[in-house]
């Protein structure tokens, strides 16, 4: 859960940014709009967008105009929306944040359409509402990286040597916490804080890969609540992930297994081989480089609530 603090200061900001967002999906065609905003409405932590208006309040003195934060992070917001219409599909998840997921209400094929058409129409919005093309390439290239991510997690086991620890640590640096270093850049290039730019892209990272790792922890704790997806997923559609690697090494269950063992079998010798402690203590050197990251922070206020981000992300380990 996130800190009650961010949220209080970033009431008003939050506020318009859900207004915004659905602003920015508002058409012509119903069941698009339906669809869009139905996902909007079933919330979510919108923690990609925290950063940018964090990010984008500078060392105090310059902070960026609130109308260009907020259509950054609305375009971060909707973009990540987009990623997870297209996750769904691909997984097959049932649910998404207790909704029924847009391919479960409609079909594979207008899903992955509306996902599509809200990429686009999330860039169309952000050429005409802000002249800013580093902003619009920044995005452009986290989306690149992403795609890359999610096309390497697919096809793990066509790699020419298994997937290993830093193997995992690439995939998800490309599929999530590369996006979570962007919203950080974005938020800081609107300062023009060539600092501050580099130290929350670095901060954006760690947090990132400390988010993602935990992420993939509460998939065997079956925490569902807090991920926003199907306890399990990940096991069951075959996904290596760290838990499993580490398993690996312990010699708790072998590459051969995952194909002729049930997927309850695997997650409870994963457990009990103690694989999700030492999984545990990789995303907390990731929680530590991105608190190192906000070390004298410029500006105070909001580095401590960039350091409860944090140590929110931390905490979903319980």
Do not use: W
């Not at 929306?81 to 998404?96: P, Q, Y």
Request: proline fraction near 3%; aromatic fraction near 4%.
């Amino acid at each position: 859960m996130l800190s009650e603090n961010v949220h209080s200061y970033l009431k008003p900001e939050l506020k318009r940014l859900d207004e915004l967002m659905r602003e920015i999906v508002a058409g012509d065609f119903p069941l698009i709009n339906h669809g869009l905003e139905r996902l909007i409405n079933a919330g979510g932590k919108r923690l990609r967008g925290i950063i940018v208006l964090l990010a984008a309040r500078g060392n105090g003195a310059n902070a960026a105009p609130v109308e260009q934060a907020l259509e950054t992070a609305a375009a971060v917001e909707l973009i990540h929306l987009a990623t997870l219409i297209h996750d769904d599909v691909i997984d097959r998840a049932a649910e998404r944040r207790g909704e029924p997921t847009l391919h479960n209400r409609l079909d594979n094929q207008t899903a992955v359409l509306i996902g599509d058409h809200l990429y686009a129409r999330v860039i169309h919005r952000l050429t005409t509402a802000l002249e800013r093309l580093d902003i619009i390439a920044a995005l452009a290239r986290a989306v690149d990286t992403l795609c890359q991510g999610e096309i390497r997690q697919l096809h793990v086991s066509k790699l020419e040597t298994p997937l290993d620890e830093n193997g995992y640590l690439r995939i998800i640096q490309e599929k999530t916490a590369d996006f979570f270093s962007a919203c950080g850049r974005m938020g800081a290039l609107l300062t023009g804080d060539a600092e501050l730019t580099r130290r929350l892209s670095e901060y954006g990272l760690a947090l990132g890969t400390a988010f993602q790792i935990t992420d993939d922890l509460l998939d065997y704790r079956g925490r569902s609540e807090l991920t926003g997806k199907d306890s399990g997923n990940d096991l069951a559609e075959g996904r290596i992930t760290l838990p499993l690697i580490h398993a690996f090494k312990r010699g708790a269950v072998s590459t051969e297994e995952l194909t002729t063992t049930p997927a309850d079998d695997i997650a409870r010798r994963v457990i009990e081989c103690g694989a999700l402690e030492s999984a545990a203590a990789v995303g907390e050197e990731y929680i530590n480089r991105a608190l190192t990251a906000l070390n004298d922070y410029p500006n105070q206020e909001v580095g401590e609530l960039l350091r409860s981000l944090v140590l929110s992300i931390s905490s979903r380990n319980s």
